[in-house]
């Protein structure tokens, strides 16, 4: 599975971005496709997740409420609509994709994209 990420930028805190991960190679059975982000000298922490079916999303706590993840399965493509940004947004975003726990866990993913910067001015 090869993965594209795309569409950060620069914006001002309160506004909004979207990002792109588009993916190739095949997907299975319980496939998930998530967002990450990191920021220099942290690790990379979990942003959202969902599933194959985009019936299931899963969304770190700081992000709730203000980022939307989903997928569109004709493009194969997951969005990550990114809305009221803070500051704290800023790093740079990963798409990666495996099964669908592994991804919400966060651990043992096999498919990552390059990185996305995202900066958000205050």
């Known amino acids: 599975v090869q993965l594209q990420a795309c569409g950060g930028g620069l914006v001002q805190a309160g506004g909004s971005l979207r990002l792109s991960c588009a993916t190739s190679?095949?997907?299975?059975?319980?496939?998930?496709t998530g967002w990450f982000r990191q920021t220099p000298g942290k690790e990379r922490e979990f942003v959202a997740a969902?599933?194959?079916?985009?019936?299931?999303?899963y969304y770190a706590d700081s992000v709730k409420g203000r980022f939307t993840i989903s997928g569109d399965n004709t493009k194969n493509t997951v969005y990550l609509q990114m809305n009221s940004l803070k500051p704290e947004d800023t790093a740079v975003y990963y798409c990666?994709?495996?099964?669908?726990?592994?991804?919400?866990?966060?651990?043992?993913?096999?498919?990552w994209g390059q990185g996305t910067q995202v900066t958000v001015s205050s």
């Open positions: 190679g095949g997907t299975f059975i319980g496939f998930g």
């Open positions: 969902v599933s194959r079916s985009g019936s299931v999303t």
């Open positions: 990666a994709a495996d099964s669908f726990p592994k991804v919400v866990a966060g651990v043992g993913i096999e498919h």
